[in-house]
């Protein structure tokens, strides 16, 4: 069965910097991969998915990620953070034999002002 | 659409009663997951439903838990009786697809807390 990995459980930067959160999955195939967010009393929202194509996709709130088969990753990134990011961020990996998702550990993202 | 519709937001009950977490899926949406998230263990899938049946129930922790969907738009998550242990956040979400390969879409979840 498949696996994910968050290796960061907290990290913290500041507004208006970079961010890029790891995710490292463990599947033979090719799998499917998410990045949901989940902001504080809340259920998790999605951000972005791959299942196949082009390896950098775009998501919602300016986010994007990138698929890289060769390190076993799908990476988090925005080139801007605002203080409204700070929240918990979850890594899932799907296959399509089974039905079994997989959610990563989560990392707390934290914005310093 | 309102998203999937989870009820009651909180619950505080006492060990040994029954309690019943209420869920609405999306409308269209075949697909449905019970969740429940703590600190210790994440988000762990407890059963989950494609057209209304129950498909893969291995998650559910032990008999005092079971969960229904007597139609499309509503599900309901028991646990008899409670225990502290069950403490929790537990979320529902709906998919398009039998697997949630399209990607879930979770509701607010329902925070049990039984003392």
């Known amino acids: 069965a498949q696996s994910v990995t968050q290796p960061d459980i907290h990290i913290t930067v500041s507004e208006g910097a970079s961010l890029e959160l790891r995710c490292n999955y463990s599947y033979g195939a090719t799998p499917y991969l998410f990045w949901y967010v989940q902001s504080p009393g809340q259920g998790l929202q999605l951000l972005l998915k791959?299942?196949?194509?082009?390896?950098l996709v775009q998501g919602i709130k300016g986010f994007e990620a990138e698929f890289k088969r060769s390190q076993s990753s799908f990476n988090l990134r925005k080139p801007s953070v605002h203080w409204s990011d700070a929240a918990e961020y979850f890594c899932a990996v799907g296959a399509q034999n089974n039905n079994d998702m997989r959610f990563g550990a989560g990392t707390r993202l934290t914005v310093k002002p | 659409d309102a998203g999937v519709i989870q009820s009651p937001r909180h619950e505080v009950t006492e060990m040994g009663q029954e309690v019943t977490l209420r869920c609405k899926p999306i409308?269209?949406?075949?697909?449905l997951f019970w969740y429940r998230q703590t600190m210790m263990r994440g988000l762990e899938l407890l059963i989950y439903?494609?057209?209304?049946?129950?498909?893969?129930d291995s998650g559910m922790p032990e008999d005092r838990f079971s969960a229904k969907m007597p139609n499309a738009s509503f599900s309901t998550l028991k646990i008899q009786p409670s225990e502290p242990r069950d403490s929790a956040v537990y979320f529902c979400?709906?998919?398009?697809?039998?697997?949630?390969?399209?990607?879930?879409?979770f509701g607010s979840g329902t925070r049990l807390t039984v003392v």
């Open positions: 791959y299942f196949s194509g082009d390896t």
């Open positions: 979400a709906s998919s398009s697809h039998p697997a949630g390969l399209y990607g879930y879409t």
């Open positions: 409308s269209g949406h075949n697909s």
């Open positions: 439903f494609n057209n209304n049946v129950p498909i893969d």
